[in-house]
């Protein structure tokens, strides 16, 4: 999946404060590629994923998916035309504890129509694939951080999109289960699909193929990563 900004801005203000989170900020992603963006705390990384997720829109600026620009639509648009094509991964997991694994799992497909025993079956391929089909009948406080974010990531596989969104996805895991979790981002984005990442790890960032690094709501470099 393809994605492109121009002159992306986004000011927050309330009555006496405005504050810019992100400064004319232009970016193409590739279809397939992996990129990393990295940059201190409060640089803008996080405000823009959620614009490239569309769960925010800029304040000025213009941003395409797919070739539709798609930064003016109306949140209940926003939310139709990101269902299905993106995946998000957060550091803080947010699954739902009054679900197992296989229903936080299946939510995505619901949202979808998907029903009966094709739903079953792409649940049960991806819980495979990511390890974790014994679990499938556990809650989420009855699995490890590691767990939690493989039933994550199966979460936002499960429906098949063409991008996945990471913010921070080891940020709450140590090293072995960081490790794995980026090994399992690295062979998603090897069968095509496109993964934005926010990192303040540069462990996590050589696994991409190209860094943005951001610094007071501005890029100051994107570099080519791995060889």
């Not at 800029?58 to 035309?81: F, I, N, Q």
């Not at 819980?127 to 989420?140: D, K, W």
């Not at 940020?171 to 399992?184: Q, T």
């Amino acid at each position: 999946m393809e994605l492109r900004t121009e002159d992306l801005k986004k000011v927050f203000r309330t009555d006496v404060v405005e504050t810019v989170a992100l400064n004319g900020v232009s970016i193409d992603i590739h279809d397939g590629e992996f990129v990393a963006i990295m940059g201190p705390s409060g640089c803008g990384k996080s405000t823009l994923l959620n614009i490239l997720g569309m769960l925010d829109t800029p304040t000025d600026g213009t941003y395409w998916l797919e070739g539709r620009e798609v930064s003016k639509l109306k949140e209940d648009d926003r939310t139709a035309y990101r269902r299905g094509k993106i995946g998000f991964v957060f550091q803080s997991f947010n699954l739902i504890e009054e679900l197992n694994v296989t229903e936080n799992v299946g939510l995505p497909l619901g949202y979808l129509g998907v029903k009966g025993e094709e739903r079953r079956k792409r649940v049960a391929e991806t819980l495979e694939r990511m390890g974790i089909t014994h679990r499938a009948s556990h809650y989420p406080n009855q699995l490890s951080g590691g767990q939690q974010q493989r039933v994550a990531i199966a979460r936002a596989v499960v429906s098949r999109p063409g991008l996945i969104l990471a913010d921070e996805p080891t940020g709450n895991l140590d090293s072995k289960n960081g490790i794995e979790v980026m090994e399992l981002l690295r062979e998603l984005n090897r069968e095509g699909t496109t993964v934005v990442m926010v990192t303040h790890s540069q462990r996590d960032a050589s696994y991409a193929d190209r860094i943005i690094n951001l610094f007071d709501g501005q890029i100051v470099d994107s570099l080519k990563e791995r060889m």
